[in-house]
């Protein structure tokens, strides 16, 4: 029986495989012989389902019923954002919006008002952006009618604890500390400073002094601007009855209070062109980001539609020029892209971004910025222009793929003042854009040879490559540190602390001159420690070899950039960047080397572990140390710290023992790390020499 149902198995797929080949070949036989005379269907009509408005004290709200799912969804367009912010405060809609929503109201605590939520899988969210506000509500049908109140009082009545503002800045410090880490955040940033300007409030950077200057009565009289009648815009879709739901909504906003609504009041663009080239150092890099462009339009431009479809032609994904041949054909980039940007109520920006290798940078610009100019001296065929508009328009039919889509299509134009179809007429008018416009529009809103180029990059790797684009401006993005509170400490003596310095270096290394500094010893942390052997040339260069159980791992500083190397394996650190220069600037041997150059303020005596220290600040490197007055060596040296975990400072100290001298030199053979008072981290010297 095993043997005739094992040969009926065999039989069986022999048959499916026999006719599975009949249809192949069958199915080939019908295919056309090359896969561009596919003929496909014309795109079915975009279907707008209606949406149901009306007007109520002022509030326009939009309803679309959609019964697939026994869900609702709310969402509140606020009249309200960063442009009513003073640049002084550049901040305070984000910082607003979060603890409008972390703090609970005034009825409700912030704990109690999660648990809430929790329990019945409800998600209710609010924040505010550059030109507009949200606040959402999304949540079973049944759970409607109890969580509205709710939903309501969160809009009307927000808590705005102190503890929640506090936690909010905190954690924007900590995004102010990392903001460096990504270079084509940088690149995107920076840009962005050159096509509008330092501190517009098209493009403000978050700066601790903003945070600092943020009080919790400054988000209380934002929301009052914020969330009145005139100013509120309500989209619903869902699970409901229309009829129903109007007199719901109607009564619920009653309790929004009446005000006009806020007026859009951006300062103007100027519609200028001007060359330049711009650079952002990164040693670390071993390629190049690249940002191209200059300003870009309003979307109210008849020529909207042929901007964008010349956009697709240039930088349209897999089958843009810039990246079939920038990058498939002459292989100058890992990944190319842009976009001609039109907004509404300002102008967009018109950028090319790409990244290059270091050595090729140059020519990886000159590459597109080529196909910016064919675009305007070659008319594109109709073949590459109807492959585009279809491969377009195909991407098109999915930004209303459900009926809610197409709900909040309709309350975006109508709060942005567009044509509640202007989404259909956009796509009639990319069905009509032609060869002869595409290579107009070029010629008209491109300028090749009026760009801003910003590079971010190693220039070490990069050369002399950008001159040739003109003078070069170096761009610093050294992240400003927030005002010392110790600050008057400048007013103590310069001459005592000076003396203090040069009796500290005398007592460290003589009249001995030298520059590198190599020892062993052992290193501590987290409750482990390892051998190290280290190699310091003052004030840049720091090699330390750390040998663990997984082996030996060398942490690398020169040149401005920090990397790890185990196993042959190299890593870059950028994040390493800042602490390794600053120890090494801080080092009480530097300050030694250096004595005589350095300003140093003696601010007074002060007892370190039972020893009488001089106090003396040192502004260049932001570090004081605690003298020992009889024996003229440091007790213990402190600075302030980012801590990028809470993004506030910390306090820093070194306390230095068992000074011990070889080779003319004395250094501290143990040397204990803390910060804001608890240990960190241990360290001990057993050999040094010096060259």
Request: zero cysteines; glycine letters at 8%; a negative charge.
């Amino acid at each position: 029986m095993k043997n005739l149902n094992k040969i009926f198995s065999v039989t069986l797929i022999g048959i499916v495989l026999f006719f599975s080949s009949i249809s192949a070949t069958h199915a080939q036989s019908e295919r056309p012989e090359r896969p561009e005379l596919i003929q496909f269907p014309e795109l079915n009509p975009i279907q707008v389902p209606n949406v149901e408005r009306f007007t109520h004290r002022g509030i326009e709200f939009f309803l679309l019923e959609d019964k697939e799912l026994p869900l609702i969804s709310m969402s509140v367009r606020i009249k309200a954002g960063s442009w009513l912010v003073p640049e002084e405060k550049t901040g305070l809609q984000a910082i607003a919006g979060e603890v409008m929503r972390s703090g609970g109201t005034v009825n409700v605590a912030a704990d109690e008002f999660n648990q809430i939520l929790e329990n019945r899988a409800v998600s209710m969210e609010t924040g505010f952006g550059l030109t507009s506000g949200t606040a959402s509500m999304n949540l079973l049908k049944e759970d409607f009618d109890e969580m509205l109140p709710l939903f309501i009082e969160l809009l009307t009545q927000p808590a705005f604890p102190e503890d929640k503002l506090d936690l909010a800045v905190t954690q924007w410090r900590s995004s102010i500390a990392r903001r460096n880490d990504n270079p084509t955040s940088i690149a995107a940033r920076e840009f962005a400073n050159l096509i509008y300007g330092n501190q517009t409030v098209f493009n403000r950077t978050l700066e601790y002094h903003h945070l600092d200057a943020i009080e919790l009565e400054d988000l209380r009289e934002f929301h009052r601007q914020a969330m009145v009648t005139g100013n509120l815009m309500v989209a619903v879709t869902g699970d409901f009855n229309a009829r129903d739901m109007r007199r719901t909504l109607q009564r619920a906003f009653n309790e929004i209070p009446r005000g006009s609504g806020n007026e859009f009041n951006f300062p103007e663009i100027p519609n200028e062109f001007s060359s330049g080239i711009s650079f952002v150092d990164r040693p670390e890099m071993n390629q190049s980001i690249i940002r191209i462009g200059h300003i870009g339009g309003f979307r109210d431009n008849p020529d909207y539609a042929a901007l964008q479809v010349m956009n697709q032609i240039l930088s349209g994904g897999f089958s843009g020029r810039l990246l079939q041949e920038v990058r498939s054909r002459q292989g100058l980039a890992y990944s190319v892209g842009g976009n001609y940007g039109s907004n509404v109520l300002y102008r967009g920006q018109f950028f090319m971004g790409l990244s290059t290798a270091s050595e090729n940078t140059a020519r990886a610009i000159h590459a597109t910025l080529h196909e910016v100019r064919r675009l305007q001296n070659e008319p594109v065929s109709e073949q590459e222009l109807n492959d585009t508009r279809e491969r377009f328009l195909n991407s098109l039919v999915f930004r209303n793929e459900n009926r809610s889509s197409a709900l909040f299509e309709q309350l975006n134009n109508t709060y942005l003042g567009l044509p509640l179809d202007a989404f259909e007429q956009y796509v009639e008018e990319v069905r009509r854009v032609t060869p002869e416009d595409i290579q107009r529009v070029a010629r008209e809103y491109l300028r090749p040879d009026e760009v801003q180029i910003l590079v971010v990059g190693n220039s070490d790797l990069i050369g002399d490559q950008l001159e040739e684009f003109g003078e070069v401006n170096l761009i610093d993005i050294t992240i400003p540190r927030p005002a010392r509170a110790d600050a008057g400490e400048m007013a103590g003596d310069l001459a005592a602390g000076s003396e203090w310095i040069g009796r500290m270096a005398g007592e460290l290394i003589g009249d001995l001159e030298f520059t590198t500094v190599m020892m062993t010893g052992t290193a501590a942390q987290g409750g482990m420690t390892f051998d190290t052997e280290s190699e310091m040339r003052f004030p840049g260069y720091l090699k330390q070899v750390i040998n663990t159980p997984m082996g030996s791992q060398t942490i690398l500083y020169e040149n401005g950039s920090a990397k790890v190397i185990m196993g042959g394996a190299e890593q870059p650190v950028p994040q390493l960047n800042d602490a390794l220069r600053s120890s090494l600037q801080r080092h009480y041997l530097n300050i030694a080397l250096n004595a005589s150059e350095l300003e140093a303020f003696y601010l007074g005596e002060e007892e370190v572990d039972e020893i009488l220290t001089a106090k003396v600040y040192i502004p260049e490197y932001e570090v004081t140390f605690f003298i020992d007055m009889e024996s003229g060596l440091p007790v213990m040296s402190s600075y302030e710290e980012m801590n990028p975990q809470t993004g506030a400072d910390m306090l820093v100290t070194s306390y230095y023992y068992d000074w011990t001298e070889s080779e003319g030199v004395r250094m501290a053979y143990r040397t204990v790390d803390r910060a804001d008072g608890t240990e960190v981290a241990a360290s001990t010297v057993s050999s040094h020499t010096v060259e």
